[in-house]
Nanobody
């Protein structure tokens, strides 16, 4: 079992930045692929970014250049730095863990999920 707790969400003006953090416990963190996915009201959950157990990174094409992902295996955390935020980035952001270590683009690859943190970007 893996427990995930997100933090760092909030309200920000367009053009601003936020840093989300996810703390993991319950399993060797360094073996997990970690991802961030988001769900806006009335929309399906979508992939944002992921990082594999060896540090390989993936990003949604539409977000590349604005968002970055990093992990700290000593602290069992994965962060999502979001810059140049837009109103369309408003969503609940979820941290998820992939026990296969890859950090995939599809929700089905993730077995463990956090409770989500709300990000609201005002225009």
């Amino acid at each position: 079992q893996v427990q995930l707790v997100e933090s760092g969400g909030g309200l920000v003006q367009a053009g601003g930045s936020l840093r989300l953090s996810c703390a993991a416990s319950g399993r060797t963190f360094s073996s997990l692929g970690m991802g961030w996915l988001r769900q806006a009201p009335g929309k399906e959950r979508e992939f944002v970014a992921a990082i594999s157990y060896i540090g390989g990174k993936k990003f949604a094409d539409s977000l590349k250049g604005r968002f970055t992902i990093s992990r700290d295996n000593a602290k069992n955390t994965v962060d999502l730095q979001m810059n140049g935020l837009k109103p369309e980035d408003t969503a609940v952001y979820y941290c998820a863990a992939d026990p296969h270590g890859l950090g995939a683009r599809v929700s089905a690859a993730y077995d463990y999920w956090g409770q989500g943190t709300q990000v609201t970007v005002s225009s």
